[in-house]
Nanobody, 123 residues
Framework: QVQLVESGGGLVQAGGSLRLSCAAS????????MGWFRQAPGKEREIVAT????????NYADSVKGRFTMSRDNAKNTVYLQMNSLKPEDTAVYYC????????????????WGQGTLVTVSS
């Protein structure tokens, strides 16, 4: 079992930045690929970014490429999402998720989820 707790969400103006964190506990963190997902009101959950166990491989949704950066610190059991040049359409609840194996860009294959942290971007 893996427990995930997100933090760092809040209200920011368009063009601003936020850094989300996701702290993991339970099993060996480096055994897991991680993903960030988001869900806006009235919309389906969508992929934001994924990272492999070592942090050497990241993938991003087209909507956030060049603006968001995902990273991890296995010594701290934490994964991060640095969000720059935020837009109102980035407003959503952001979730981190974990799975053993490759970091696929598909929510249904992730086994463990955090409770989410709300990001609101004002225009």
């Amino acid at each position: 079992q893996v427990q995930l707790v997100e933090s760092g969400g809040g209200l920011v103006q368009a063009g601003g930045s936020l850094r989300l964190s996701c702290a993991a506990s339970g099993r060996t963190f480096s055994d897991y690929a991680m993903g960030w997902f988001r869900q806006a009101p009235g919309k389906e959950r969508e992929i934001v970014a994924t990272i492999n166990w070592s942090g050497s491989n990241t993938n991003y949704a087209d909507s956030v490429k060049g603006r968001f950066t995902m990273s991890r610190d296995n010594a701290k059991n934490t994964v991060y999402l640095q969000m720059n040049s935020l837009k109102p359409e980035d407003t959503a609840v952001y979730y981190c998720a974990a799975r053993r194996g490759t970091p696929l860009m598909l929510a249904t294959v992730y086994d463990y989820w955090g409770q989410g942290t709300l990001v609101t971007v004002s225009s």
